[in-house]
């Protein structure tokens, strides 16, 4: 009896997915030949959250199909093992293809239902067609998730025990990571649904541009906090002491990361403004584009990457399929009705718009050269040009001074008014942060022997945070009353962009620091040895063998002098899974304020007795990348509250 | 008349950038696309100093530490090169499988490669090894990648 229910699981499963794909299909239907009638949006509107009730149902089921093992559902048996810990058996459900466009179709039709539930001071027309297109985008995926990689598929015979998730994938980070990138390239998706909508209704004014910011704001964030997550993950798992390898599967999530602060940009000119609407809708399509490329260049496998995913050319051409009838759909409409949108509001070539024209301009352009690098050898294949690839040498040489470039202009922005702004009077205000910089600049110069690109890193990250700190400086200034009383006074909008822009600093002194300054070192110890290295001495005290829940393990155990005196204990590993060939590397990592001592263990070296090969890094100032881009994930967070409470105080 | 000399500066700024862009981009595929090479066309195509992707299959038996160097042999079924790291070699590194090695050839002796790949995926090999195992009918993997 109890086999006989836990069997029906699957079935019911797929029997609620399919469900959601008829009634996302009906609310598509419904929402885009709405008719002007309410009751009709009415109905779509509810269609919306049947289906994400049914698509959330079919999740869970999944779920539970790893809680319990049940290795008769073939991605189970493939995926999860009975002796992995509940928490990993859970983020299974996910860390693999099938699971995972289901979470993406879950993901879709959640943000369908929460748009169609909050529908504030909408005209029908936006609300319903956003509705619809959004149901459709749902209608899509599903098609995908249950005819391409339907999840539910079953085994026959069964496997006793699985063969149990990829051992590197095990991770706090990584059960987070995919979740949390979903919610932003499916985030993306509510965007292009109220672009296409507002290409269909004619209109993209002001009152859409508020609708649009808080979506536009979500999968930012989702994307900041994503690939902040698989970088950290990738910097202590990989055991390769980098945190960024600009890989087509980096690069995949970079494109739309960019396109969608550029969007969180131009969204705010339209808002305030109602300029740029056309270039706003533009970038909501091809932001949504771009997560979509993301999915196929990841799942189709046509890149070679240093990540690895199984290869299914049938279903990359499907995911291509998808992403020429979007971006067809998209870019069709676009010309053709976008010249209905227009309503241009002038601003002088001096002002808070023309910045934020030029921070559009830098991003995007940025994110065409990622896509062209990323891209090129696929076209060089395709033209007969042999395999080539395209590696972080390119993308430091044009990507690194295209976003320098921009980042000198960001501080600008904030000091001007709309309309027409005072750049005199801006550059004094941030006179201190230009001074500084350069007191940076020279430093730099000096103690790394003339190394230009590192010292012109260094200096813009320091002008970033100094310029972040100038305006909230500023903004303290007016009105009169005591100092604490207008910290407490001061809009939540500033604190947002504020801490969003010091966080881009922040991280770019990181990033330039880590990457001009970086040392290591491979050398073989035996226990009881000692090298000196990053002005410490670290010495290999043994190497045993410990045993973990479902791996065993060889634990290097070392000591760590520092000149002052202090000595810590630091110890890495190699963990050997039952159930998968591969061992996977633990790494040692010691922090401190000027950055990561970073040990990874190699193999036993097999001439030398005893001996073991050791990878030694410090990585400077590593700690700021990450804490950058929390600040700027924060920003965006705040930056929703923001938002929220100006709805409800206006409402 | 002044807008609309604003307009022209604004335009000739934003041409200046993206034709930056454009030489950064095209100046950058011209210096630092790797090609990928078969052991067999190593010699033929790979210019001394020429960074170069390696690819096939790890020789049995041939690897070999002496303390953080590692050697061994790459092979695509016609030809073995040998091949020198000080890299650590990626967790999946392992003999009979595919690897790919990023380096540079110095002819008649050994590659020297300052970047090992293997997959994280067990079930997977390289494309380009895929590919060129296929072209000399060596390729025994299941479903085509």
Redesign the interface.
């Given at each position: 009896m109890e086999g006989r229910r836990r069997a029906m699981i699957a079935e019911i499963g797929a029997f609620a997915a399919t469900l959601a794909l008829a009634l996302s299909l009906a609310q598509g239907g419904l929402g885009l030949f709405f008719q002007q009638s309410e009751a009709r949006a009415a109905a779509a509107a509810a269609l919306a959250q049947a289906a994400a009730l049914c698509c959330g149902l079919a999740f869970v089921l999944l779920v539970t199909l790893f809680v319990q093992s049940d290795f008769t559902v073939a991605v189970v048996a493939a995926n999860s093992h009975i002796d992995k810990p509940l928490i990993y058996k859970i983020a299974g459900a996910w860390g693999n293809h099938e699971g995972s466009m289901l979470l993406w179709c879950f993901v879709s039709a959640l943000f369908g239902a929460i748009f169609a539930s909050v529908r504030g001071s909408q005209s029908l027309g936006l609300w319903a067609r956003t509705i619809g297109v959004q149901g459709l985008v749902t209608a899509g995926a599903l098609t995908y998730a249950l005819f391409l990689s339907n999840p539910f598929a079953r085994l026959d015979p069964a496997p006793m025990i699985g063969s149990g998730l990829?051992p590197?994938l095990q991770d706090p980070a990584l059960a987070a990571h995919p979740p949390l990138l979903y919610l932003g390239y499916v985030g993306m998706s509510v965007p292009f649904s109220l672009a296409l909508a507002a290409l269909l209704e004619g209109k993209a004014d002001q009152a859409w541009a508020r609708v649009l910011r808080p979506w536009t704001l979500i999968a930012w964030t989702s994307l900041t906090l994503g690939i902040g997550l698989g970088s950290y993950w990738a910097y202590y798992e990989l055991?390769?002491g980098g945190w960024w390898f600009w890989d087509p599967v980096e690069n995949a999530s970079f494109m739309p990361w960019l396109v969608a602060a550029a969007l969180v940009h131009s969204a705010i000119v339209t808002e305030r403004r109602g300029s740029l609407a056309s270039w706003t809708t533009l970038l909501a399509i091809m932001g949504f584009g771009l997560a979509l490329l993301g999915t196929f260049l990841v799942r189709s496998?046509?890149l070679?990457s240093?990540?690895?995913?199984?290869?299914d050319p049938q279903r990359g051409i499907a995911v291509l399929v998808m992403l020429a009838v979007a971006l067809g759909a998209g870019f069709g409409l676009y010309a053709w009705r976008a010249s209905t949108l227009g309503q241009p509001s002038g601003f002088?070539?001096v002002s808070r718009e023309?910045m934020l024209v030029w921070n559009n301009?830098?991003l995007a352009?940025a994110a065409?050269?990622v896509l062209?690098?990323t891209i090129?050898p696929l076209l060089v294949e395709a033209f007969g040009g042999?395999?080539?690839?395209?590696?972080p040498?390119?993308?430091n040489?044009?990507v690194a001074?295209?976003l320098l470039?921009l980042f000198l202009l960001l501080p600008l922005g904030p000091m001007l008014t709309w309309r027409k702004g005072d750049m005199s009077a801006a550059l004094l205000k941030l006179a201190p942060a230009a001074i500084l910089a350069v007191l940076t600049l020279i430093i730099a110069l000096v103690a790394t022997q003339w190394r230009a690109a590192p010292a012109i890193g260094l200096m813009i990250g320091v002008w970033l945070v100094a310029g972040g700190f100038i305006y909230i400086w500023t903004r303290l200034q007016r009105g009169a009353g005591k100092l604490s009383a207008k910290i407490a006074l001061l809009p939540l909008a500033v604190w947002s962009m504020s801490l969003a822009h010091i966080g881009t600093g922040v991280l770019t002194l990181g990033a330039v620091a880590e990457t001009g300054f970086r040392t290591e070192q491979?050398?073989?110890l035996s226990p009881g040895e000692g090298v000196a290295f990053a002005g410490r001495r670290i010495t290999l005290l043994e190497v045993g063998s410990v045993e973990g829940p479902n791996y065993s393990a060889t634990r290097a155990n070392f000591r760590v002098d520092q000149t002052n005196g202090a000595a810590h204990a630091l110890s890495a590993e190699r963990r050997y899974f039952t159930t998968?060939?591969?061992?996977?590397?633990e790494v040692g990592i010691l922090s401190a304020l000027d950055g990561d001592l970073y040990v990874?263990l190699?193999?036993q070296?097999?001439?030398?007795q005893g001996a073991w090969?050791v990878?030694l890094y410090h990585n400077p100032l590593v700690h700021l990348i990450f804490i950058g881009v929390t600040l700027m994930a924060l920003g965006g967070g705040l930056s929703l509250v923001a938002l929220a409470r100006k709805r409800r105080a206006a409402s | 008349m002044r807008r609309r000399n604003?307009r022209l500066?604004?335009i000739g700024v934003?041409g200046a950038?993206?034709a930056l862009?454009a030489a950064?981009?095209f100046?950058?595929?011209r210096?630092?696309?790797?090609?990928?090479v078969a052991p067999s066309e190593l010699a033929s195509k790979a210019q001394p100093g020429q960074r170069v992707?390696l690819g096939g299959l790890v020789v049995e038996g041939t690897v070999?530490?002496?303390?953080?160097t590692t050697m061994f042999s790459v092979t695509d079924g016609a030809v073995e090169v040998l091949v020198r790291t000080?890299?650590?070699?990626p967790?999946?590194f392992?003999e009979g499988q595919g690897v790919?090695c990023?380096g540079e050839y110095i002819p008649g002796q050994l590659f020297e490669a300052d970047r090992v790949?293997a997959?994280?995926?067990?079930?997977?090999t390289?494309?380009?090894v895929a590919?060129a195992l296929k072209e000399r009918g060596e390729w025994k993997g299941g479903a085509a990648?």
């Open positions: 990829n590197l055991g390769w496998g046509v070679t240093v990540h690895a995913f199984a290869v002088a070539a023309s301009f830098g352009v065409g050269v062209i690098g090129y042999g395999l080539i690839s395209v590696g040498p390119f993308f040489a044009t001074p295209l470039l491979a050398v073989a998968s060939p591969m061992p996977t590397s990874a190699g193999e070296v097999r001439e030398t090969t990878r | 604003q500066m604004i934003a950038v993206l862009a950064l981009t100046a950058g595929l210096d630092s696309v790797v090609y990928f992707r070999r530490r002496e303390g953080t000080r890299q650590e070699l967790d999946l392992r790919v990023e790949l997959k994280h995926d067990e079930t997977y390289p494309r380009e590919e990648p």
